[in-house]
């Protein structure tokens, strides 16, 4: 299964990291190129390299700013923006990242939001995703699925 995985922190590494053991692909997706840059390079964070340098070269992993490729090859996408607290900036950054879900999907999706919310985020995600795929004209089913504590590290 080709696996998304939205946002590097710590617990998104580990959990991409324990899918790709399983026989998934998985990669890794973030907005921010310079971090995306430094770990190809080889440079990380002491979290990042915790996880990073126990990765295996067998398996398949992938780190990229490049949402369109990631989302269209994609069957399930994890997203991991603004998984801590119940703020409206939290809010913002799911349902921003639900959209460009959204505006790249091209097949059957299943996105699992990793929310800490004590609110279910599904049905914006849902509707954000749905708006992004009728302005696209694109009839693409997909499932939104609320679990926190999935892989949690």
Not at 51 to 63: A, G, Q, R, Y
Not at 95 to 121: C, P, W
């Amino acid at each position: 299964m080709k696996i998304s995985v939205m946002g590097i922190d710590y617990n998104h590494l580990l959990s991409g990291k324990a899918l790709a053991e399983m026989g998934n692909e998985v990669t890794y997706v973030s907005k921010d190129n310079r971090r995306i840059e430094n770990i190809k390079r080889g440079y990380y964070n002491y979290d990042e390299a915790m996880v990073i340098k126990k990765m295996s070269s067998k398996e398949n992993i992938d780190f990229t700013t490049n949402f369109k490729e990631a989302l269209s090859k994609t069957n399930m996408c994890f997203i991991g923006e603004g998984i801590t607290g119940d703020s409206e900036e939290n809010m913002e950054k799911v349902l921003n990242t639900a959209k460009m879900v959204g505006e790249y999907m091209n097949n059957h999706m299943f996105i699992v939001d990793r929310s800490e919310s004590s609110q279910s985020r599904v049905g914006q995600i849902k509707e954000t995703i749905q708006k992004e795929l009728e302005r696209r004209n694109k009839n693409i089913t997909f499932e939104v699925i609320a679990n926190p504590n999935f892989l949690r590290a």
